[in-house]
Each structure stands twice: as structure tokens, then as C-alpha cells.
């Protein structure tokens, strides 16, 4: 895998290192020595699978609140979206600031987003699935969540929003 440091501090596109033959390839998505190489947490407790029916279908910006914050690893599997990893650690460089990768099943890149950090993606096809590795157990009463169109942010998505749930459309503005 080769790590790829974003102009977020701590974020990082990972692309896979495909050996390739006469069958197709074999890589590596996940080695614990590796991403502890790159001091980047290699813990893994769980992992999810977000399918999307449609194109223009928003998830986020989400992400869960201490004590149990979580690092998320994300890869899309099916399709393609533009994956958007926004900084709220206060104490950081890039408090506020945001960046976007195109994730796609055909370029098989990943995104590691530490914690501190909200996610979210928008399809940008039909039939689009998405893979999470996580660093700590979703806790419902944890999750938390910012607007993905608040000003106080400015994310530029490359498309509308079709498909949306009420909780990610109505987060308040951030203070």
C-alpha cells in the first residue's frame, strides 16, 4: 500500500500496490504493521457495508464523539462517490477545512479518516456500495453529525443531492 498524506493533517488516500499476472491481481488492503509504520491507528473492531440505490444519495458528515471516537478506513467497492473528510479537532492545523477524493471500485483507493474528523460521500452512480473498517463499536448514542451544506464549512459537492435522510438534512448550524 502506498499512503498518500492529504492537506489535512493525519488524513490519507491509500492506493493498493497490485501485484498483477495472467489471472488479474492480488494486494494488500490492511496490514496492521503497515499502517503502524505510518503511525496511524491499526486498531479494527468492526466493519460496515453502506449500499445506495441511487445517484446524487448523501451520507454524512458524520462521525461519534468521545470517549469512544472512531478512526474509519473507507473504500468503495461497487460504483464511485466523492468521499469528503472534514477537521473538527480545534486543535489542529486544518480546524474546519475539508477535502474530497473520488473513491471508485475501479481505482480501488481508500481514504483513512482519524478521529476528530466528520465523513461523508455522495454516489456518483447508481448501485454504489461502500466498506468501513472502524477503530471502535458504532454507539448510537455517540453518533453525532454535522450539515453537509452548512456555510460555515463550504464543501463544494460535484453534483445535487437526490437522496438524503431527514437526520443528515436537519444537523443545526455549527457554533
Known sequence: MRFQETTLKGVFEIQLEMKSDERGFFARCWCQKEFESNNLNSRLVQCNVSFNAKVGTLRGMHYQAEPHAETKVVRCTSGSIYDVVLDLRPSSPTYKHWIAVIL?????NMVYVPEGCAHGFLTLGDDTEVFYQMSDCYRPELARGVRWDDPAFAIVWPGPVEVISDR????????
Open 104 to 108: 471508485t471500485a475501479r481505482n480501488r
Open 168 to 175: 443528515d438534512r436537519t444537523y443545526p448550524d455549527f457554533k
